[in-house]
Antibody, heavy 116, light 106 residues
């Protein structure tokens, strides 16, 4: 059974940093591209960042370029999102997803609140 | 980015009804269109990928169609567990989602 479990969220002040993790199991992690998607409270979904199966290619939405870094450790079957210079508009539930056929399996999400 | 215009935003229906949800892309997305269901407090669940392919484990009452810029999700006979919010999603280029259709009990 495919499982994706996010961790690392919480309350953070504007301008500070936070790192999210997503532990994957039930499939060969190193064979799949992965991504982070976010959903602000009562808002729609936004694709944040994508990483290729081997980590060699990464892609970001414009609003997070230069601030967020997606990475992965295939030996640990874990996906990461390093978020720097956080802003109030980054407040959202962050989901990791396996980027096959778009996004076929999703984690349960982790809440990130940026507030002073 | 490609804009996805989803309609209606709110749909009231009864158990047993046939319902359709539409999604229009701002440019051709070459059938790279998925449909997701999301219930309150849960992650989105993939129903249909690449226009008309049913994800494993999804009931056959769900179907998708379309091409070019216009796509449709159809639920042939609504069941109680189908109520929730539905999103369309394109992955032809930088991925973008529709704003959602809330399907509620009439």
């Amino acid at each position: 059974e495919v499982q994706l479990v996010e961790s690392g969220g919480g309350l953070v002040q504007p301008g500070r940093s936070m790192k999210l993790s997503c532990a994957a199991s039930g499939f060969t992690f190193s064979n799949y591209g992965m991504a982070w998607v976010r959903q602000a409270p009562t808002k729609g979904l936004e694709w944040v960042a994508t990483i290729s199966y081997d980590g060699s290619s990464t892609y970001y939405r414009d609003s997070v370029k230069g601030r967020f870094t997606i990475s992965r450790d295939n030996a640990k079957s874990t996906l990461y999102l390093q978020m720097n210079s956080l802003r109030s508009e980054d407040t959202a539930t962050y989901y990791c997803t396996r980027a096959a056929t778009g996004g076929d399996y999703w984690g349960q999400g982790v809440m990130v609140t940026v507030s002073s | 980015d490609i804009q996805m215009t989803q309609s209606p935003s709110l749909l009231s229906a009864s158990v047993g009804d046939r319902v359709t949800i539409n999604c229009k892309a701002s440019q051709n997305i070459n059938k790279y269109l998925n449909w997701y269901q999301q219930k309150l407090g849960e992650a989105p669940k993939l129903l249909i990928y690449n226009t008309n392919n049913l994800q494993t484990g999804i009931p056959s009452r769900f179907s998708g169609s379309g091409s070019g810029t216009d796509y449709t999700l159809t639920i042939s006979s609504l069941q109680p567990e189908d109520f929730g919010t539905y999103f369309c999603f394109q992955h032809n280029s930088w991925p973008t989602f529709g704003a959602g259709t809330k399907l509620e009990l009439k």
